[in-house]
Antibody, heavy 119, light 107 residues
Framework: QVQLQQSGPELVKPGASVKISCKAS????????IHWVKQRPGQGLEWIGW????????KYNEKFKGKATLTADTSSSTAYMQLSSLTSEDSAVYFC????????????WGQGTTLTVSS | ETTVTQSPASLSVATGEKVTIRCITSTDIDDDMNWYQQKPGEPPKLLIS???TLRPGVPSRFSSSGYGTDFVFTIENTLSEDVADYYCLQSDNMPLTFGSGTKLEIK
């Protein structure tokens, strides 16, 4: 069955960086986009960007350019999102989710990774 | 960027009643609207995808309609298990954008 397993919660100091992982299983990792979505406590959902592991191509929401960097390792079927220069505004739950090539609705999601930025 | 305006922000209904949620987009997105249900501590779950397509395993009391800029999501005969937040997502163009969400409670 399709699974996206994310790394555990993170507590990071302001100004630091963090790298969150999303390990895929149960499908062809290189045939689907992996997206990242941000959800602040009690808030809605924000799309950060996607990576297509089959080519390494990426697309970012302008709002997150310079903040998020998306990579993927096809040998381990794992996608990563690095967030840099962290502030309290980056404290949120981050989800990875997949879409099939040619469509852009998320059919499977990871369980979410909680990031807390605090000194 | 396509802005998605979702209403209402919250609603409270009795079990068995009908729920209607609306999303209006700032640009024409054909039928590229999707609907998600999110329960506390869980990721969103896809209920309806582009073209008003009910996903496999999703109860038929969930439905949607709309094309262009005006979209409606409906729950017939609401059950207590439907308590959740509901979001629409436009998948027509980048950046992908979500509605602000609707919190559904049962009276």
């Amino acid at each position: 069955q399709v699974q996206l397993q994310q790394s555990g919660p993170e507590l990071v100091k302001p100004g630091a960086s963090v790298k969150i992982s999303c390990k895929a299983s149960g499908y062809s990792f290189t045939s689907y986009y992996i997206h990242w979505v941000k959800q602040r406590p009690g808030q809605g959902l924000e799309w950060i960007g996607w990576i297509f592991p089959g080519s390494g191509n990426t697309k970012y929401n302008e709002k997150f350019k310079g903040k998020a960097t998306l990579t993927a390792d096809t040998s381990s079927s794992t996608a990563y999102m690095q967030l840099s220069s962290l502030t309290s505004e980056d404290s949120a739950v981050y989800f990875c989710a997949r879409t099939y090539y040619g469509s852009f609705y998320f059919d499977y999601w990871g369980q979410g990774t909680t990031l807390t930025v605090s000194s | 960027e396509t802005t998605v305006t979702q209403s209402p922000a919250s609603l409270s209904v009795a079990t068995g009643e009908k729920v209607t949620i609306r999303c209006i987009t700032s640009t024409d997105i054909d039928d590229d609207m999707n609907w998600y249900q999110q329960k506390p501590g869980e990721p969103p779950k896809l209920l309806i995808s582009e073209g008003n397509t009910l996903r496999p395993g999703v109860p038929s009391r969930f439905s949607s309609s709309g094309y262009g800029t005006d979209f409606v999501f409906t729950i017939e005969n609401t059950l207590s298990e439907d308590v959740a937040d509901y979001y629409c997502l436009q998948s027509d163009n980048m950046p992908l954008t979500f509605g602000s969400g609707t919190k559904l409670e049962i009276k």
